[in-house]
């Protein structure tokens, strides 16, 4: 398509899109691929954010809310394709290869610097996972959890949390969720964060051994979690029309209930 080299040689001089490269089918000259939307998403996947690590499963409340996503602006499933990054490629700034991201990515200031974010569409509470007889179990305060050996993800809302909410400042520092967690089975340390959502799978599948010891309140610097694209993508304008319409429709709402059930008689700390 000829216009496609003349509206990116537009966008990096910084100018706005022009009208006709609104047409919102996919076909739209926007699109990173002609007649398909291509989303980022982690490697490995997990549930409930994504089930038997397919995405193109739907199964899942980011991949469910792909598919509806994708139906609104007009894609068919097989128009929707899945590519894999890490989590620090997925955040980075620069080029992305794919249009937009979903990975459990919280909307931050100093992350809007860098990339740009759709509206968000989920604010998840923090989880304390632990083993039993770890040094946070039965902690009531924030003060009693800074004395633990905690480790989370690199780069991570979790990490940051625990830096800048709790007050610990020597967090041990790994590259991913399973790297965490073979430290905490390996009595390196004593717990880790992770959101709900997540928290929930991981006890239940991925180190049984733990539990969730506490809720802890969202952090007010982290405001939920928003589809990534790369900075000034053009598209997000045409991808938030989309996601507002599901999102009043209740089928975000619907999504929630069925793959992000929380337990209600779980400990909550907020101080």
Do not use: C
């Not at 038997?52 to 139906?71: H, K, M, R, T, V």
């Not at 430290?183 to 969730?212: H, K, Y």
């Amino acid at each position: 398509m000829i216009l496609r080299p003349i509206l990116a040689f537009a966008l990096t001089l910084g100018l706005a899109a022009p009208a006709w490269a609104a047409d919102r089918t996919p076909s739209d000259p926007r699109l990173l691929n002609e007649g398909q939307l291509t989303v980022g998403t982690g490697d490995p996947v997990y549930p409930p954010w994504m089930l038997n690590n397919d995405p193109a499963s739907g199964e899942g409340f980011e991949n469910a809310l792909i598919y509806a996503l994708a139906a609104e602006m007009g894609f068919s499933p097989e128009q929707v394709v899945w590519v894999s990054n890490t989590f620090e490629q997925t955040i980075a700034p620069g080029a992305k290869n794919f249009d937009f991201a979903i990975n459990q990515v919280s909307v931050t200031e100093p992350r809007k610097e860098v990339v740009t974010f759709s509206q968000v569409y989920f604010q998840p509470d923090k989880a304390v996972i632990a083993l039993p007889g770890s040094a946070v179990e039965g902690a009531s305060s924030f003060a009693e959890l800074t004395g633990a050996r905690w480790g989370a993800v690199i780069g991570t809302t979790d990490l940051m949390y625990l830096e800048n909410i709790i007050g610990v400042q020597d967090a041990a520092v790994y590259d991913d969720q399973i790297g965490v967690f073979q430290a905490m089975l390996a009595g390196q340390i004593d717990a880790t964060l992770a959101a709900l959502p997540t928290a929930l799978f991981a006890t239940a599948v991925q180190i049984s051994e733990a539990d969730i010891v506490a809720i802890l309140p969202a952090d007010e610097n982290d405001l939920g979690h928003g589809l990534l694209f790369q900075k000034d993508n053009p598209l997000v304008e045409w991808v938030d029309e989309a996601l507002s319409a599901l999102i009043e429709r209740g089928v975000v709402d619907d999504l929630v209930s069925t793959w992000l059930v929380a337990d209600p008689d779980l400990p909550v700390i907020t101080e």
